[in-house]
């Protein structure tokens, strides 16, 4: 059983950064994209950004190409995302999830972990 474990949300002011972390257990050798999603209130839960264990396939949304950045570590069997300049509308609770292919859908996606939130002050 995979089990995600995010971390590094907060309360930050617009421009600033914060960074997320992931810690994946049990059985990640099985799930070859990791990925981060994020829900706001209101909204759907949407794709932010997913990379392949490889490291050789990334992709972003457009409303944080240029701002976000993800990246992993294969021996701590963790993954991050950097996000740096933060808008007021990139307030949501961040999830992070596990599948077996590259893709920005949730429906690719079988493990996720608990969430966390993310606030950024105007």
């Known amino acids: 059983q995979v089990q995600l474990v995010e971390s590094g949300g907060g309360l930050v002011q617009a421009g600033g950064s914060l960074r997320l972390s992931c810690a994946a257990s049990?059985?990640?050798?099985?799930?070859?994209?990791m990925a981060w999603f994020r829900q706001a209130p209101g909204k759907e839960r949407e794709s932010v950004a997913a990379v392949s264990w490889s490291g050789i396939r990334i992709i972003y949304a457009a409303s944080v190409k240029g701002r976000f950045t993800i990246s992993g570590d294969n021996a701590k069997n963790t993954v991050y995302l950097q996000m740096n300049s933060l808008k007021p509308e990139d307030t949501a609770v961040y999830y992070c999830?596990?599948?077996?292919?590259?893709?920005?859908?949730?429906?690719?996606?079988?493990?996720w972990g608990q969430g966390t939130q993310v606030t950024v002050s105007s």
């Open positions: 999830a596990a599948g077996t292919a590259f893709d920005t859908s949730p429906l690719q996606y079988h493990y």
């Open positions: 049990g059985g990640t050798l099985s799930y070859n994209v």
